[in-house]
């Protein structure tokens, strides 16, 4: 259970290695969390992640065996986690990227990155949110991104799933309105991650640390979308308003 | 294929709140109006669960269990008095409200009420009630003299403390967890009149009241002292009374002198902003309360709820505390501990948790009763907003300091402790457990509050 003052006592991170959402971990209240399930691919990134979070005095974490591809596998795996307990905060943090360039020479590259970023994400949302239904209580937090508020030369493939997520996420959580469950949606600008690494930064980048700290903000009042840095919701309006012909010019 | 959305909600599903209104969950709620009603809600249960729910004025998650079968016992709602017993046999869902009004005219009072009337015989019971005749006349569950008990299996057990002293103290402060209680039968006191004579006396600080208390606090049947929170020396006033004889009242009032009208009077607004409630309105309050009251004054003659239940003349006054709710502090130390009292105003101030309520007592000796709150020494309840920065780790400081003095805090009030406080301050919790487990095998019963402490 969320107690009163918003200390959650369990938390499902789908993306068990990814640097926001661990990071996020590491933002939330800490003195009643008791399980910390990072569910991911197995392998040194996964163990890595769950060892950092137990270094610094995290209680409960422990690792699942997840693939967002792998749809057929999400009911057995969800079900098994909330069958051992409540979860208050589920984290929907994977995702990948991809090169545009290579997406475009290749189009089986951006079946993989659909797959993982949309199909997996819708898959795994809906069993985790009928769970959170059947509870009647936690929170969703899905990482969408500001490149699924206008698709950018640069990759609109990766901002096409977004998109898509975001507006699935945006759905979801009107479903689940009134149901003691909720949906957050967040839309993170560049973030400095291993995702983003190599490439040359945009404005309002920002570290995981900030992003965690927005995202717990965010929970704490109840919030149904938030930008991270929160401002990005105004450049991100702008940004929306140029008239095609011009955004095709500008610096993607 | 016409399959049903698992993500629809059934049209008997509510968002439950005790009345600090924070942590929400939602369940299937049955309305029961009688033992029948009861038995179909028990048996279409929610494979989540069962739980009985009084009028929900227990503060934190006691009365709400989400995805699961919530029975709102308040449609069973019977109840009848035996003067000659004096005893009053009255249905789980009956309110203190509703048997007050019936018996204080025919010259009974209950044994015990809360700071509210608005709580049910199944709560009373449940969370082991006190009241400002604690440490004369003990908790509610004291004067429980037979209960009947639906189990998770559909048995209909009658529970006493002598011939089922294990399963009648397991569901005396039991939270819900033994069972649903659908009838009880406790005893009621005499009185005279519908009045309590009351004598009141300020203190000028903390130390100045507790010693009035410690002193004459044994002279009375009521007492009770409240605490100017705000004010660094910890002022109050301490109002003890008890019920008016007949001869204690002047002849023009004696006609008229079991007459009983707890009538409401206003209702809060709804939409106060909560930042409207904070330490500058709290002192001004304050401040106002204590010049109200006379440095000292006897055999004032004040009605039954101007003396038990004033809050109650407030509709929906929880709302005051705004969209993120409020939860209460309440903790009892023994008598070695009473520094804690001190320590917690301070701390409270601090960090800015503004409290009208804050509310000192003397507790006497406990009952059988395992999850019990009461024990002997002195309990301070404080209502704080939930929105306070950093009202979470001031009150783990407070848990610790409570634990350490051999206190504890009351489960009908808690909405934030840990499972691990609970072990080490109720130490007879495995105890409970093993008799939890006998009478509810299956664990059919279960909270929201019993999940977050591991009960
Ligand atoms: C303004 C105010 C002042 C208060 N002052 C005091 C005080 O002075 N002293 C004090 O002790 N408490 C006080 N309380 C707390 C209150 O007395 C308790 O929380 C009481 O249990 C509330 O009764 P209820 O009917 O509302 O029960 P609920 O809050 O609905 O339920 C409380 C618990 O009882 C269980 N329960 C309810 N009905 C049944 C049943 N039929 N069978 C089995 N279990 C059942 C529930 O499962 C739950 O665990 C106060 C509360 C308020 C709001
Ligand atoms: N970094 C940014 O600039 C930025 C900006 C906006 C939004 N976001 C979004 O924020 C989220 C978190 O990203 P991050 O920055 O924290 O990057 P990250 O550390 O690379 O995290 C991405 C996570 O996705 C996991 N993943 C990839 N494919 C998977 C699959 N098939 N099954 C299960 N897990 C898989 C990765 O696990 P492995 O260890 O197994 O690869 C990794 O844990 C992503 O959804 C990303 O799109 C990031």
Excluded at chain 1, 2 to 21: F, H
Aim: charged share 20%; glycine share 10%.
């Amino acid at each position: 259970m969320i107690d009163a003052l918003g200390d959650p006592q369990s938390v499902l991170v789908l993306g068990g290695s990814s640097e926001i959402a661990n990071a996020t971990v590491l933002a939330l209240p800490r003195a009643r969390l008791r399980r910390v399930v990072l569910a991911g691919r197995p392998g040194p990134a996964l163990d890595a992640a769950a060892q950092r979070l137990t270094g610094a005095g995290v209680a409960g974490v422990m690792t699942a065996d997840f693939d967002a591809a792998n749809t057929a596998s999400h009911k057995q795996v969800i079900d098994g986690i909330f069958d051992a307990g409540d979860i208050d905060i589920v984290i929907l943090a994977f995702g990948v990227l991809g090169d545009q360039m290579q997406v475009e020479a290749d189009p089986a590259l951006a079946v993989e990155i659909a797959t993982v970023n949309y199909t997996g994400a819708v898959s795994v949302g809906l069993h985790v949110a009928r769970r959170l239904r059947g509870q009647g209580h936690g929170h969703l937090v899905v990482l969408s991104s500001v490149a699924g508020d206008r698709a950018r030369r640069s990759n609109y493939v990766y901002g096409s799933t977004k998109a898509g997520l975001d507006a699935f996420a945006q759905g979801l959580g009107d479903a689940l309105a009134g149901s003691g469950a909720s949906v957050l949606v967040v839309r993170p600008g560049m973030v400095r991650t291993r995702m983003s690494a190599g490439l040359p930064e945009a404005p309002m980048t920002s570290d995981p640390e900030e992003v965690a700290r927005v995202i717990v903000a965010g929970l704490r009042k109840g919030k149904h979308t938030v930008y991270a840095p929160g401002p990005l919701r105004f450049l991100m309006t702008a940004v929306k308003a140029v008239p095609r012909p011009i955004f095709r010019k500008l610096p993607q | 294929m016409n399959s049903v959305s698992p993500l629809v909600p059934s049209a008997d599903e509510e968002l439950l709140t005790g009345w600090g209104r924070t942590s929400p969950s939602r369940a299937r709620v049955a309305r029961p109006v009688d033992i029948t009603d009861i038995t179909v809600a028990l048996d279409r249960r929610s494979p989540r669960g069962v739980l009985a729910r009084g009028l929900g004025r227990s503060y934190g998650d006691a009365a709400q269990s989400g995805g699961a079968t919530v029975i709102d016992m308040t449609g069973v709602k019977g109840f009848s008095l035996d003067p000659a017993t004096a005893t009053v046999r009255a249905d789980g869902g009956a309110s203190l409200d509703a048997i007050l009004r019936a018996i204080v005219p025919r010259g009974f009072f209950v044994p015990v009420t809360p700071g509210t009337r608005m709580v049910t015989v199944g709560g009373a019971i449940a969370a082991d009630i006190h009241g400002k005749n604690h440490h004369g006349s003990g908790s509610f569950g004291a004067h429980v003299r037979a209960l009947d008990l639906l189990t998770g299996d559909g048995r209909l057990l009658t529970l006493t403390p002598e011939t089922t002293p294990e399963e009648f103290w397991a569901t005396v402060g039991g939270m819900g967890l033994t069972g649903i209680i659908v009838s009880a039968t406790f005893d009621v006191i005499p009185i005279e009149t519908s009045l309590i004579s009351v004598d009141t006396e300020r203190g000028t600080d903390l130390d100045d009241v507790m010693a009035r208390m410690l002193a004459r606090d044994s002279d009375y049947r009521y007492t009770v002292a409240w605490i100017d929170s705000v004010a660094a020396s910890g002022r109050g006033v301490i109002t003890r009374g008890d019920h008016a004889r007949a001869d204690q009242l002047p002849a023009g009032k004696r006609a008229s002198m079991r007459d009983y009208d707890p009538a409401v009077r206003i209702t809060a607004p709804s939409l106060i902003p909560s930042g409207l409630l904070n330490t500058l309105t709290v002192r001004a309050f304050n401040e106002a309360w204590f010049r109200k009251h006379p440095r000292q004054r006897a055999d004032e003659v004040q009605s039954i709820a101007a003396f038990f239940h004033p809050l109650d003349g407030v509709q929906e006054w929880n709302r005051v505390y705004g969209p993120r709710g409020f939860l209460q502090y309440q903790f009892v130390v023994p008598d070695s501990g009473a520094e804690v009292v001190r320590t917690s105003l301070e701390k409270l101030a601090r960090v800015g948790a503004p409290s009208f309520l804050t509310v000192l007592k003397r507790f006497g000796p406990s009952n059988p009763a395992p999850l019990s709150f009461p024990m002997p020494g002195w309990t301070l309840a404080a209502d704080v907003p939930a929105r306070v920065e950093g009202l979470d780790r001031v009150l783990d400081e407070l848990d610790e300091l409570v634990a350490q003095a051999g206190g504890r805090l009351y489960f009908a009030k808690d909405s934030r402790q840990s499972p691990e406080m609970v072990r080490r301050t109720y130490p007879r919790l495995t105890e409970w457990q093993a008799v939890r487990n006998r009478m509810d095998p299956d664990r059919v019963f279960t909270s929201d509050l019993a999940r977050r402490l591991e009960l």
